[in-house]
């Protein structure tokens, strides 16, 4: 299968720090979670990605067309969805202008058609009732939603979202969950995010990224793993330099070295994110 | 009206069901459907259709009723979507259209009080529309920008709607503005911003395809203004920026700035290196 995204030799410098050096990745059909810590350049290799921002060398193919080109960017343009990291929004809008509006700049001239679109993916994110409230009185979640319907809008064929579960409540992250599953079953999926959790229920596939390097790449099967044997609960505290914190049902669980009187715990997803980022702190 | 002896043809049936018949044909199929159970039969009532024709109504009963200002493009021709783009213009808002009347106020005003007044209105006219087109577009004005920036219409396309709403309203503030002008000046210079006022937008766009859009309004309204001054005062002749010989002048540059603007319109992508 022919990957949807290939990233050759990406570079992105802002003043003399290199944000991404030379980056080597490719994605295909799914969903993928990026994670990194703050900083790492997710957000700039999406939005290079997305056609936002223009890298300072590298070569980028997206969907087959090359963004470096201006036509290149219209065809990437015209099969993309994108929910930016900071999505901003005309307050006096209402719900269902913001989603015309960005519906018109995805060229659907036919206006019948367009507002059918515009409820369709109302009803997606489920602000159905929310169409004619004004963007300013929406709570911070629905914002998100709101944001993320105007990604979904003309059934893209590659979708980027740059943290698309910040601010959603347990109900509506779950439901986000379920359409971003049930979109990746057909097309390419590339999302950002703090959550583990997401990314273990969510993503077949799993990059970290930090400095602008991938650290990662597997499966979130395969992330957990790299914290095998390095997990344990324990009934005393761990000594000075561990990384632990204490369970609900009063133990301690450590990520490194286990102590002396602890018993090994089953590694999740967020215990071999921890492992590879901290290892890379300790060396810089 | 018997419902034995006539049945909804194929055709009209067609027209219904996929919704491209009138109101008064769509009643008077209804009319006959709630009678005749041949019809209704023919009417295809499956979960699927129900929801399209829902989810139609719904579309339509949450899309808001189109401002003024895009029913009168729309009524003027203009295409239902690109009507929509103009009137949403964000620097279309209250406050910069209030700003400028303002400007234009004064313009008037000083026309009227003193001698040479006019040429006031005259240097401020071609300045409002650079000024409308650097609070019109941009990462920094724009709160949508990067939302905007990954749609097929981001770049050229999208700022050229926006500067044409702005210069059209500018255009038209300062038409409505005008007859205001004392009647010495009718009517052979009173018009005489208008080209110039093209001359400043055009080039603040060609420009822009080179430096940041704020920096090119600025450069295009602050050298209108250092020009027309400078030319004043180098020949003695204030009026002689806005005399025939020098209209043929905007009108060429007008055409050759067009021009540039249209081969480097690619340089104006938010995406496009510098
Ligand atoms: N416009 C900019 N100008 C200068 N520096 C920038 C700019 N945008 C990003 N950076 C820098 O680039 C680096 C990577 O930023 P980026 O937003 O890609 O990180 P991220 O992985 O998305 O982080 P987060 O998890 O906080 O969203 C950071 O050090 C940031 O300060
Ligand atoms: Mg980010």
Redesign the interface.
């Known amino acids: 299968m022919t990957p949807t995204v290939t990233v050759r030799g990406l570079r992105k410098r802002y003043g003399h720090t290199a944000v991404l050096d030379g980056l080597d990745i490719a994605f295909g059909a799914g969903v993928t979670g990026l994670l990194g810590p703050n900083g790492a350049g997710k957000t700039t290799l999406l939005r290079c990605l997305a056609t936002t921002l223009a890298p300072d060398a590298g070569e980028l193919r997206v969907l087959g067309l090359d963004p470096a080109t201006a036509s290149g960017r219209t065809g990437v343009r015209r099969r993309l969805g994108y929910l930016p990291q900071d999505p901003g929004f005309y307050p006096h809008f209402t719900v269902f202008e913001t989603l015309d509006y960005v519906a018109i700049l995805k060229e659907m001239t036919d206006r019948r058609e367009r507002h059918r679109e515009v409820t369709r993916v109302l009803a997606e994110v489920g602000l159905a009732d929310r169409a004619r409230t004004k963007v300013r009185k929406l709570s911070g979640g629905m914002r998100q939603r709101l944001a993320l319907a105007q990604a979904l809008l003309d059934e893209p064929d590659l979708l980027v979202l740059d943290e698309p579960t910040v601010g959603l409540d347990p109900e509506q992250r779950l439901r986000l969950r379920a359409l971003v599953s049930r979109l990746g079953e057909s097309r390419t999926v590339l999302l950002s995010t703090h959550q583990t959790e997401d990314v273990a229920a969510l993503c077949e596939r799993v990059v970290v990224m930090d400095g602008g390097r991938i650290l990662f790449d597997g499966t979130p099967a395969g992330l957990a793993a790299v914290a095998a044997g390095r997990v344990s609960l324990g009934d005393h505290r761990p000594g000075p330099g561990a990384l632990f914190w204490r369970t609900a049902d009063g133990r301690y669980r450590t990520i490194g070295d286990t102590p002396a009187d602890a018993v090994p715990a089953e590694p999740t997803v967020e215990d071999g994110y921890l492992l590879l980022v901290g290892r890379t702190q300790e060396a810089a | 009206m018997t419902t034995g002896d006539w049945h909804i043809p194929p055709g009209l049936l067609e027209r219904y069901l996929d919704g491209s018949l009138d109101p008064v044909g769509v009643m008077s199929v209804e009319a006959h459907l709630v009678r005749c159970a041949r019809c209704r039969t023919a009417v295809p009532a499956d979960g699927g259709w129900l929801a399209t024709s829902w989810?139609?109504i719904?579309?339509?009963v949450?899309?808001?009723a189109p401002p003024l200002t895009e029913r009168l493009l729309h009524g003027a021709g203009v295409?239902?979507?690109l009507a929509?783009?103009l009137a949403?213009t964000?620097a279309l808002s209250r406050a910069w259209a209030a700003a400028v009347a303002v400007a234009l106020g004064f313009a008037v005003a000083a026309a009227h009080l003193a001698g040479h007044g006019f040429l006031a209105f005259l240097t401020l006219a071609p300045v409002l529309p650079t000024a409308g087109i650097a609070l019109a577009y941009g990462r920094r004005i724009?709160?949508?920008?990067?939302?905007?920036?990954?749609?097929?219409?981001?770049g050229a396309p999208?700022l050229l709607v926006r500067s044409t709403a702005v210069l059209l309203t500018a255009l038209a503030l300062t038409a409505l503005a005008v007859p205001l002008l004392p009647a010495a000046t009718m009517p052979s210079v009173a018009w005489a911003w208008l080209l110039p006022a093209l001359t400043t937008t055009s080039g603040c766009l060609a420009l822009a395809t080179r430096v940041p859009l704020p920096l090119a309004a600025v450069a295009l309204g602050g050298g209108w203004v250092a020009v027309v001054t400078g030319v004043g005062a180098v020949t003695g002749d204030r009026t002689l920026p806005f005399r025939p010989g020098a209209q043929v002048l905007y009108g060429c540059a007008v055409a050759l700035l067009t021009l540039v603007l249209y081969v480097r319109r690619?340089r104006l992508?938010?995406?496009?290196?510098r």
């Open positions: 989810e139609r719904a579309a339509e949450a899309a808001p295409p239902g979507h929509r783009l949403a964000p724009d709160p949508a920008h990067e939302t905007y920036a990954a749609t097929p219409m981001a999208l690619h992508d938010p995406a496009e290196p």
